[in-house]
């Protein structure tokens, strides 16, 4: 269905790509790109049409086609970051769309793996982005007592990194787990960039 979004030949490029990534192939940007391609197209029918759809296609291509990518040779180290990175993203992904589907033990299980990708990645602002992603779903489980401190370490990792609206989806979930853990006074003050 993903595949839908694109070209065909686009597709076929992509295909061919993570087979020669499977066979030996030193794996380069134009691979990096192809892997945010087909997540950003998984994405995208994601908010069009919700989590339920497409999750197991998406996990057949993190399974099959990524994940090989993420274990062959690299052209660059940067290049090996940014794949990590990509990976990350989709499972990241994978992790929203079994929330979705109220199967939170496997969100969670995907939350800590996109997690462990961006930290491997050394690419400074997704493992932040991962960890506000985990405070909100513990917030939304009721379990707010692990919430605070994601909440913020993400908000740390983010701040002055990333855009000004970004950094104030931060601070909201910050400023949410502050309420909910009986700090409810310094929530309202949180919930707002410093001068």
Same mark, same amino acid.
């Given at each position: +269905? ?12 992509? %295909? ?7 066979? $030996?192939?030193?794996? #380069?940007?134009?691979? =990096?790109?192809? =892997?945010? @391609? ?20 998406? %996990?057949?291509?993190?399974? @099959? @086609? %990524? ?7 690299? *052209?660059?180290?940067?290049?090996? *970051?940014? +794949? ?9 992904? !994978? #992790? ?31 493992? $932040? ?6 405070? +909100?779903? #513990?917030?939304? !489980? ?26 104030? !989806?931060?601070? =909201? ?23």
């Amino acid at each position: +269905m993903a595949a839908a979004a694109l070209p065909l030949s686009h597709v076929q490029e992509i %295909v061919a790509r993570s087979t020669a990534a499977r066979t $030996g192939h030193i794996v #380069g940007m134009a691979d =990096v790109t192809a =892997v945010r @391609d087909m997540i950003t197209a998984f994405s995208e029918i994601d908010e069009r049409h919700g989590g339920q759809h497409g999750r197991s296609a998406l %996990v057949t291509y993190l399974r @099959d @086609d %990524v994940a090989p990518m993420c274990r062959a040779r690299f *052209r660059t180290d940067e290049v090996r *970051r940014q +794949m990590l990175s990509a990976a990350s993203r989709g499972v990241h992904l !994978l #992790g929203w769309k079994s929330y979705d589907a109220g199967q939170q033990g496997f969100a969670q299980r995907h939350y800590l793996q996109s997690y462990a990708l961006a930290a491997e990645s050394g690419i400074i602002g997704h493992d $932040g982005f991962v960890m506000r992603t985990m405070a +909100m779903q #513990g917030l939304k !489980l009721h379990h707010p007592e692990h919430c605070r401190a994601l909440a913020e370490t993400g908000l740390n990792r983010a701040k002055g990194r990333v855009d000004a609206q970004t950094e104030a !989806l931060f601070r =909201v979930v910050h400023a949410h787990t502050l309420a909910k853990t009986g700090k409810r006074r310094a929530a309202p003050h949180r919930g707002r960039a410093s001068p």
